[in-house]
């Protein structure tokens, strides 16, 4: 016999790392704020930022989105005068937060967060 074909497969090792986020569901809480001034919604993140910290969560990020940019042409007058036009954009700033097997201290403190007006948010446990 040859030693190709005595050799027994060799089993994976499992290690404790895998061992122990196969054990605990590892859950996310997804945090989406928009806005229309980029000053305001930074402001906002950093209180969202503070209140984790400040029960000990895991924090990632804040992650910038891409600026979503609506744009619009106008004709300046009614009739006549096709050649005068007027251009209009809004500008969305996003970001992205993401709180690491949040307790249910730190989901109470975020939905009691008072943020200023002009500032949306979703929130989505995956």
Do not use: C
Not at 30 to 59: N, P, W
Not at 105 to 124: F, M, R
């Amino acid at each position: 016999m040859t030693a190709a074909t005595t050799e027994k497969p060799k089993a994976k090792r499992a290690t404790k790392k895998a061992a122990a986020a196969a054990a605990t569901p590892e859950h996310k809480l997804r945090i989406r704020v928009r806005a229309y001034e980029h000053k305001i919604l930074d402001v906002s993140v950093k209180q969202i930022m503070d209140t984790a910290a400040r029960f000990d969560a895991t924090v990632v990020g804040p992650v910038p989105l891409p600026t979503e940019i609506k744009r619009w042409t106008v004709n300046r007058s009614t009739f006549v005068h096709k050649d005068a036009r007027e251009q209009f954009e809004m500008r969305i700033h996003k970001r992205l937060i993401d709180i690491l097997n949040p307790s249910p201290k730190v989901i109470e403190a975020l939905t009691n967060l008072n943020l200023p007006s002009g500032v949306t948010i979703d929130v989505k446990m995956v």
